[in-house]
């Protein structure tokens, strides 16, 4: 079991920043591949990052390359997701996730564990 509790959402300008932090706890916590996913109103759900458990290696959504940046501290059992230059587009509610399995994933389905989400609001 992985318990999952985000935050550090909040509102900014377009071409701000936000740091969302996402705590983990639970046994599997360390051996789990991570992502964020995002979910606009009336949109579904989607892909926006994700990291292996080892952190060796990262996916990102064609949107937010360059601009986003997933890590993680095992030792803290965090989760981070760093954006910049955000966009009214990028306006959501962001959403924590951890997978146990052999690889990272980019669909929702193959992850088993969420958190409740943080919302992000992007003025323009």
């Known amino acids: 079991q992985v318990q999952l509790v985000e935050s550090g959402g909040g509102l900014v300008q377009a071409g701000g920043s936000l740091r969302l932090s996402c705590a983990a706890s639970?046994?599997?916590?360390?051996?789990?591949?991570m992502g964020w996913f995002r979910q606009a109103p009336g949109k579904e759900r989607e892909f926006v990052a994700a990291i292996r458990w080892s952190g060796g290696s990262t996916l990102y959504a064609d949107s937010v390359k360059g601009r986003f940046t997933i890590s993680r501290d095992i030792v803290k059992n965090m989760v981070y997701l760093q954006m910049i230059r955000l966009k009214p587009e990028d306006a959501a509610v962001y959403y924590c996730?951890?997978?146990?399995?052999?690889?990272?994933?980019?669909?929702?389905?193959?992850?088993?564990?969420w958190g409740q989400g943080t919302q992000v609001t992007v003025s323009s």
């Open positions: 639970g046994r599997t916590f360390s051996s789990s591949h």
């Open positions: 996730a951890a997978r146990v399995g052999m690889e990272i994933k980019t669909t929702s389905s193959e992850y088993d564990y």
